[in-house]
């Protein structure tokens, strides 16, 4: 069992920053990736950004890229993601997610945690 826990999230208004933390306990062992996604209401879930346990490489969504930065604390177990230059768009439920890959149904993960709020005010 792996559980992610995000924390972070806030009220912030446009053009401001806010680092949100995912920490993952359990076997995390097993993590091979971390991943963020959000939710806006009204609107399917989207990929953020995603994070190689192992040697760190990235990816980004187009949407934040340039904006948004991932990293990850392996001694911490925990996963950073940098939102600078937050829009009002940017306004969702963030979630993280391990061991997250691409299916034909659309993607596959295996662990969630129940996300937290980031509002951007105009």
């Known amino acids: 069992q792996v559980q992610p826990v995000e924390s972070g999230g806030g009220l912030v208004q446009a053009g401001g920053s806010l680092r949100l933390s995912c920490a993952v306990s359990?076997?995390?062992?097993?993590?091979?990736?971390i991943n963020w996604f959000r939710q806006a209401p009204g609107k399917e879930r989207e990929f953020v950004a995603a994070?190689?346990?192992?040697?760190?490489?990235?990816s980004y969504a187009d949407s934040v890229k340039g904006r948004f930065t991932i990293s990850r604390d392996n001694a911490k177990n925990t996963v950073y993601l940098q939102m600078n230059s937050l829009k009002p768009e940017d306004t969702a439920v963030y979630r993280c997610?391990?061991?997250?890959?691409?299916?034909?149904?659309?993607?596959?993960?295996?662990?969630w945690g129940q996300g937290t709020q980031v509002t951007v005010s105009s």
């Open positions: 997610a391990t061991n997250c890959r691409t299916v034909v149904a659309g993607t596959l993960c295996t662990y």
């Open positions: 359990g076997r995390t062992f097993s993590i091979y990736n």
């Open positions: 994070i190689s346990w192992s040697n760190g490489s990235t």
